[in-house]
């Protein structure tokens, strides 16, 4: 049901009613879980209370970085494993995207930390004008660069009509209390250019196709789609790839969307969601039990 000015998204302060309906989550990790600085406590109590309830919980990730590497970060910022039963990331998937350019001159665009997302691939690393293919993982200095330090960059590769690997598809993260831009971005400005993009994180279907997978898995069973809980911060990312892939999805206000000026309140949810197809079924301030 809509209003005139956007559809009601009920605000609740806790996600335990929602819980009784799922057998399994999907949820977002960064924005979520942490802000990439500092863990949410309530947020990892939330996930183990409905684990202990018999639910399953498989991690979601756009980060570059292949899942094992996401775990390592989760134990750095004290996110506990108990919190969770499995992770795919953005980048274990892209690395089936990489492997189609097995023995070519590979590009690689953006920070070396993202470099384990290649490991045991056969890659070919190529300075950028000898590429076939360039995988971008990101801004090279992320704390302060942004997409406008790159036109240079953007206008060689499309001047060879040169396609881009995306390998993270947010547009922008948190990190502590400020945004930093992300590997979507640059493949956004490459977009607008004219430039090909092949994503296989958030909001696209590769993604949630292997978290479902991994629920059946660690159940051993499939779960049916309506017993399924989509989580996360991002509207364009979470919302949007829960609604394409028919779950049900939980908005969590992170500053991604709602920052410190704003009150999560049903006024801001309905001019977040106004032209939204499919809003969440209900909007938390954070994740909590």
């Not at 600085?37 to 939330?46: F, I, T, V």
């Not at 070919?124 to 801004?139: D, H, K, N, R, Y």
């Not at 704003?262 to 938390?284: G, K, M, V, W």
Request: contains cysteine; hydrophobic residues 45%.
């Amino acid at each position: 049901m809509q209003n005139k000015t956007g559809p009601h998204i009920p605000l609740l302060r806790s996600i335990a009613p929602l819980a009784r309906a799922a057998d399994a989550w999907i949820s977002d990790v960064w924005g979520v879980l942490h802000d990439g600085a500092h863990a949410h406590p309530a947020a990892s109590d939330a996930c183990m209370k409905f684990r202990a309830a018999g639910g399953t919980i498989v991690l979601v990730s756009n980060a570059p970085s292949t899942g094992v590497e996401v775990t390592a970060h989760l134990d750095e910022l004290g996110v506990p494993r108990a919190a969770y039963d499995a992770i795919v990331t953005s980048g274990d998937v892209t690395r089936a995207l990489i492997s189609a350019w097995a023995g070519r001159p590979v590009h690689h665009l953006g920070p070396d930390r993202y470099l384990g997302t290649f490991a045991g691939l056969d890659v070919a690393f190529a300075p950028l004008s000898e590429a076939a293919v360039v995988v971008c993982t990101g801004l090279i200095e992320d704390d302060h660069e942004t997409p406008d330090d790159y036109r240079d960059v953007l206008a060689a590769m499309r001047a060879r009509n040169v396609p881009m690997i995306c390998v993270n598809p947010d547009l922008v993260v948190e990190r502590g209390n400020r945004l930093v831009y992300c590997a979507g971005a640059l493949a956004a400005a490459y977009e607008a250019l004219g430039g090909k993009v092949a994503y296989a994180g958030k909001p696209h279907p590769p993604i949630y196709a292997r978290a479902r997978e991994l629920i059946g898995e660690v159940r051993g069973t499939p779960v049916e789609t309506a017993r399924i809980l989509a989580i996360g911060d991002g509207i364009k990312t979470d919302i949007a790839g829960a609604a394409a892939a028919g779950l049900r999805a939980v908005f969590i206000a992170s500053a991604l969307h709602v920052d410190g000026a704003d009150r999560l309140d049903e006024t801001t949810l309905a001019r977040l969601f106004s032209d939204h197809p499919t809003p969440p079924i209900a909007a938390l301030e954070a994740l909590a039990w």
